[in-house]
């Protein structure tokens, strides 16, 4: 959908932002949070909910009908409805943060030689999601550590904790070979 | 490559190939009443504290910064200085380098005024209109004029009740004045001037960085009118009445859904035969509520493209103006059993847009 002739993008103020994003990804963005809540009025609320956070950290978004954009609003709707899903059904959010057992070393030189980025996205795919949303935040959408904490609802030091491991993870990964359960 | 690099490289595949899984246009959801009026008021919030924001940024100095906005007055709110006049009276508060001021009944007469929205339509030449704001039941409507020097010019009419206005008047003398026979109150303060006046339902505040009698000759000579019904045929959507009843907009040509029937369906039909051959063209169509609250929808094809504006700042469960202008390829009437639907098309969307039923 053609929203803004390319001359005017610059002076799109944010409430036009908030406006077009609104227009653009709310049916998705419903689509999202009702496949995992399964409830009309819950998965408005995780909209909702999903567009007020969106706002603090709506000047990062350049463009509206992206695939960056549509995957950060896709990412933190998904966040919001999980968290109202297992507060609905009164679990405790597992946190991989928390689980013992996780590698804790940094990211090793093998990330850094490897040159198949296929066969990395492969083992992207294979991360924990709450990590690979992390990674997204981090390398798609260029947040900060602080700016992915306040997006996810989680402190900052487990949102560093979430790249940190993704990271060696992925040269867990990449060393033996192999993907990890 | 840098690792970092590389990382965006493969997330940037990641990400692409799980937005594959939501590439078939999701069901449209036609969200609840209360769910739209809350993202409604989430946008206009977002609006009014960009206004905050752009007006401080332009007197930075905050010499003179005026905004109206609701204030929860206490009882015990002290009248300074009044000036009565017929139903409404100024009431003006001094305090810390400021001054409040509301407007309270009387107790005498009747409101004379009748629903109705000033604009200004000769602005001095450079300048254009580059905002809209409005929210009837709140601070009301905000009209923006800029010029490429970044000068601007702000008009606000709001329902004098309930609404208080504080303008700063450190250093500066709050001067009583008449504008356009009715009281009003002026200040200049550093190059930047507000001029404030009220009749027996609205407020008005004219903000400008003009001089003193420019923006005095602004309000007093050139630019303010009521508009009568004759003329409101063909306005721009926003410059309508809040007050449009649906005899109004049948006068006005345009197509009405109302408890009464349906009205000028033929130029709706006339519309869409002209939008296949590409024929500019515009049709206004206008849903009354069982309460005559009135929901505006406009569309116009120019360029080859069908434009869609929504104004459903009348409507009670709406307190903000959302207009839409969406842009389309193509629209149709739709027979759908008992009803007819009036659909537009975009390329960029998998499902159709819905703008209204009409009952067979």
Redesign the interface.
Known sequence: ??RMAAGEKQRQ???EK??AL??TY???M???A?SILHD??TA?DA??QA??RV?SHIEKISEI?C??T??FM?IIVKNISLNLYHSRRKKETVSFDEVEGWMLSS?RDE??E?ED??Q??SF??RLPESY?DA??LR??NGYSTAEIAALLGIQEENAKKRLQRARAKLADMIAEGEGVD | MEAEDFFKESVARLRDRQLASYSKQPPIHIFSPSFEKEMQELIAKQRMTELGTSAKNIWRQAACFAFAGLLGLSLCFVSVGAWSRDFLRMVEQEGDGKTDIRFARTGEGTPQTSDVQYTLTDVPQGYRRTGHINSPGGAGDYIIYENDAGKRIIFNQMPAEGVGISLNTEGAELEQIECRGHPARFLENEGMCSLLWYDDRYAYMLTTDLPRNDTLALAEKITLKVLPYSTLQKLPIELLPRDYPPEIARENGDVVISADGVFHFEQLEAFVAGCTKKQEGAVRIVHYAPDNSALIDDLQMKDGHIYYTRDQSRWEQSEVSFEEGEEYDSIGIVTNGEEQVLTLYSRHYDAPVEVVRFQN
């Open positions: 959908m053609k103020t944010q409430s908030l406006e609104y227009k709310r049916h998705l419903f689509y999202v009702y009309i009025p408005e909209v909702q567009f007020v706002i009908d695939p960056q549509k995957n896709v990211p990330i850094q490897w980025s296929q990395l996205e992207m795919e690979r990674l997204m390398y798609d």
